[in-house]
């Protein structure tokens, strides 16, 4: 069995910051990519950044400059550095981890989500 666990949401003001994190673990080889995604209310889910095990990342452009994504294959753990954060970046955020478990299978895993809102 293998579980992913974001944390690290919450209400923060515009121009605020955040640092989610999400932590693999259980019955795992390796772990491929891991990124965040995010759903706003009435939209769908969308991928913020994403970060291959060579630490190369992929950012959206509506979050380039603010946010930052790293991990650490150490702890099978990603993060997400959110920065001068915005009302528009309110939305339910969700790990996400593609894992070769010790089948070997490598299946994609999401997180049950973390809520961030940002709200003067």
């Known amino acids: 069995q293998v579980q992913v666990v974001e944390s690290g949401g919450g209400l923060v003001q515009p121009g605020g910051s955040l640092r989610l994190s999400c932590t693999a673990s259980?019955?795992?080889?390796?772990?491929?990519?891991m990124g965040w995604y995010r759903q706003a209310s009435g939209k769908q889910r969308e991928l913020v950044a994403s970060?291959?095990?060579?630490?190369?990342?992929n950012v959206a452009d509506s979050v380039k400059g603010r946010f930052t994504i790293s991990r650490d294959n150490a702890k099978n753990t990603v993060y997400l550095q959110m920065n001068s954060l915005k009302p528009e970046d309110t939305a339910v955020y969700y790990c996400?981890?593609?894992?070769?478990?010790?089948?070997?299978?490598?299946?994609?895993?999401w997180g049950q989500g973390t809520q961030v809102t940002v709200s003067s």
């Open positions: 970060i291959t095990r060579s630490y190369s990342p």
């Open positions: 996400n981890a593609d894992i070769w478990d010790t089948s070997p299978r490598l299946i994609n895993y």
């Open positions: 259980g019955a795992i080889s390796s772990i491929v990519t």
